[in-house]
């Protein structure tokens, strides 16, 4: 039985189009704040939650629904479906990691691509490749300031 895994997270845009991404204990790699889609919620309303848990931002700004991607999941999912958003935070927003989160920073735009889903995993070739196919959408909300 296939069973997906729903999540939602966002791009987070702060000072000079820096970028928000966080380590997570669990995977040591550096991604974008999501996580799961809980009863109830609309996928806007998840991403926004997660993005204030993982990272402690609250005022967030929409801009832009970034679509969904799928890749291979974990524990007891074949797969997990990921709906991103991008949001924009008021100047000088401090980031403040949660328990689950071992390091949050504002990473510059033009290093993002890089650093997404460092050390290199399988799971995260699909995250680089969803990158790449919203990179213009984001460059052009970091130039629209």
Known sequence: MEMTEKTAGGI???????????????????????????????????????????CGLDKLEYI?????????AV????????HMFLFAVPAHSILIPSLEIE???WVPFRETAELLGTPHTEWFIKDRAW?????????????RD
């Open 12 to 54: 987070v845009l702060g000072d000079g189009g820096s970028i928000a991404m966080v380590k997570s204990k669990n995977s040591q790699s550096w991604l974008f704040p999501k996580g799961r889609v809980e009863s109830g919620e609309t996928d806007e309303e998840a991403a926004l939650r997660e993005i204030k848990e993982e």
């Open 64 to 72: 832009d629904d970034l679509g969904t991607f799928t890749r291979s």
């Open 75 to 82: 524990g007891n999912f074949n797969e997990k479906s990921v």
């Open 103 to 105: 390091e949050v920073r």
């Open 131 to 143: 990158f790449a196919s919203v990179f213009d959408r984001v460059r052009e909300a970091i130039q």
